[in-house]
């Protein structure tokens, strides 16, 4: 479970009732699908031939630059997410970071959902390493813009603990 039972009014687009902006939303997703990426060689290795997270992914960026309808871009994350299903560990992880990322278009909140995933990913591959995830949100924090910083940083502290504490410092 990644999405809070109430609703942050600014993940929430103005259209409806929110206060994020379409330029702010298009950056979450850019930043979502840049998390689900920087995993994605974790299915790939096991799972070769499968491109519906890879697809997710592209669908991402595709909505983010308007050449995509969300519902379409949805879909294709719930296609990633079942190609998620049959596997376990880091290559589950890394398709289910995908296709969050798709979803962002849809809910602004699933960006969490493709980064705590992503931690969890990176998490699994290296289960001897006790840093591997701290690294892996690190480098997540590194790529958020600006503008869309010191939402996102909130909204880890605010839903940390639905999201597997992936976010502790």
Request: hydrophobic share 45%; aromatic share 6%.
């Amino acid at each position: 479970m990644i999405l809070p039972e109430v609703r942050d009014p600014r993940l929430v687009t103005v259209r409806r009732g929110g206060t994020l902006t379409d330029a702010d939303h298009h950056l979450l997703a850019l930043w979502a699908a840049a998390c689900a990426e920087h995993v994605l060689d974790l299915f790939e290795r096991e799972e070769p031939t499968d491109g519906r997270p890879r697809a997710a992914i592209d669908a991402a960026r595709a909505w983010a630059r308007g050449d995509l309808a969300m519902m379409d871009a949805r879909a294709r994350g719930g296609h990633a997410m079942g190609a998620a299903r049959p596997l376990l560990g880091p290559a589950r992880f890394a398709a289910y970071a995908a296709g969050q990322a798709a979803c962002v278009g849809h809910v602004a909140e699933h960006d969490l959902g493709a980064a705590a995933y992503a931690i969890k990913a990176a998490q699994a591959a290296s289960p001897q390493d006790p840093d591997a995830g701290r690294r892996e949100r690190d480098w997540q924090r590194d790529q958020l813009p600006q503008e869309v910083r010191a939402l996102v940083l909130e909204d880890e502290v605010r839903r940390n603990a639905i999201c597997w504490s992936v976010f502790d410092d």
